[in-house]
């Protein structure tokens, strides 16, 4: 079963197919699975495939309120060989229902950036990646040369360490993250790359639609992080959406107890009653 699901997965969703999928379900909501395993419910903890169980839950419980799921690699990879197994487990259990992200941020010079896109474009067949651009374009390049996926490029992010370096104020003026934004823009199309645009930088956001009007961004940090849904919204929807908003602890961990599935629905009907309102 495992091998035809595999096979079936490489049935890719590119962004096309993305923007169908969020005008059919009218929500461009992303629930991030960074399932960490310390934060189960006590009744999952010494269940064998403990993590694989509890996202299934939470696939079911959140599928029909969203677009796409983004899995954090780390939270898997620190759990070793089992940890990879239940990030698999996991990948083919969404299928080919909805948009997946791979949160795995890799970015190395060009022939070891060729086999992180092979690992999770092939071995692990996501439909999408994010990188870390620092190294520049050669350690990129190899991820855009896969055809129907997506990759997906650090812009803007929430984090207090942007101050060091992405909103530096350049000779010219401009910031750092605008230019690195506009010079990846060179390198592809909005059909094959999106870029991260942290939702604590709301301000950014207006100024960062006019630099690239049609590109999706993933918005990272509404919830827990307490990003602004409206204000996000507001100032990144485009023609297409243009938009996937992440949600991962604000769903996942809604609650510790046994109804942690049905209050992941709770939380995840919301993002999406309050999504359609934004999309009309």
């Given amino acids: 079963m495992l091998i035809f699901d595999r096979i079936l997965k490489f049935i890719v969703m590119n962004i096309q197919e993305l923007i169908s999928l969020i005008r059919q379900k009218k929500s461009y909501l992303c629930v991030g699975l960074d399932t960490d ?33 983004k899995i954090n690699t780390a939270f898997y990879e ?19 229902t909805h948009f997946t992200i791979a949160d795995a941020k890799r970015g190395d010079i060009g022939n070891t950036s060729a086999q ?93 639609r006019t630099l690239l009007p049609e590109h999706f961004f993933l918005v990272p940090g509404v919830g827990a992080q307490g990003g602004s849904l409206k204000e996000v919204s507001r100032y990144g929807l485009n023609k297409n959406c243009g938009l996937l908003i992440n949600a991962s602890r604000a769903v996942i961990f809604a609650s510790d107890k046994e109804d942690f599935a049905e209050k992941a629905a709770e939380a995840a009907k919301n993002y999406h009653e309050e999504m359609q309102l934004y999309l009309s």
């Fill in 78 to 96: 620190s759990q070793g060989v089992k940890g990879w197994e239940a990030m698999e487990e996991t990948l083919h259990y969404i299928g080919n």
């Fill in 116 to 208: 992180y896109a092979k690992a999770f474009f092939e071995t692990l067949p996501f439909d999408s990646v994010t990188v870390a651009p620092y190294m520049g374009e050669d350690s990129i390049k190899p991820f855009l040369e896969y055809e129907n996926k997506t990759t997906i490029v650090l812009g803007l992010t929430s984090n207090k360490g942007a101050d060091d370096f992405e909103l530096q104020k350049m000779e010219d003026g401009g910031k750092l993250y605008e230019k690195v934004l506009q010079k990846i823009a060179s390198w592809a199309t909005p059909q094959n790359l999106m870029f991260v645009i942290g939702a604590t930088q709301a301000e950014e956001l207006k100024h960062i």
């Fill in 37 to 69: 395993i310390s934060k189960l419910p006590a009744h999952l903890k010494d269940h064998k495939n403990a993590v694989v169980e509890f996202n299934k839950a939470i696939i079911d419980a959140t599928k029909d309120y969203c677009a796409a799921y």
